[in-house]
Nanobody, 123 residues
Framework: QVFLVESGGGLVQAGESLKVSCQAS???????????VGWFRQAPGKEREFVAA????????RYTNSVKGRFTISRDDDKNTVYLQMNSLKPEDTAVYFC?????????????WGQGTQVTVSS
């Protein structure tokens, strides 16, 4: 069982940056390092969408087109923590951001989900 807790959300102006974090508990670092982790988001009135993912050992990353070049996903496996650095934020990035994890890698299927952290970008 993996428990995920997001933090770092908040209110920023368009063009600014924000870094959200996800702390995983359950497996020790030596095990968590084998998990793929990622981020989804859900804006008001819209379906949840994939944002970014990073495979075990940080060997491969994937992003949805709308955030490429602006967002960076990273992980610190010694701390069981995943980050999403968001630059040049736009009002359309406003959403609840969810951290996800799975022992397998499938961008569309994730076993473990956090509760989410709100990111609001004002124009």
């Amino acid at each position: 069982q993996v428990f995920l807790v997001e933090s770092g959300g908040g209110l920023v102006q368009a063009g600014e940056s924000l870094k959200v974090s996800c702390q995983a508990s359950g497996p020790p670092p030596a095990v968590f390092i084998r998990y793929s982790v990622g981020w989804f988001r859900q804006a008001p009135g819209k379906e949840r969408e994939f944002v970014a993912a990073i495979r075990m050992h940080g060997r491969h990353t994937r992003y949805t087109n709308s955030v490429k070049g602006r967002f960076t996903i990273s992980r610190d496996d010694d701390k069981n923590t995943v980050y999403l650095q968001m630059n040049s934020l736009k009002p359309e990035d406003t959403a609840v951001y969810f951290c996800v994890a799975d022992e397998r890698y499938n961008p569309n299927e994730w076993t473990y989900w956090g509760q989410g952290t709100q990111v609001t970008v004002s124009s």
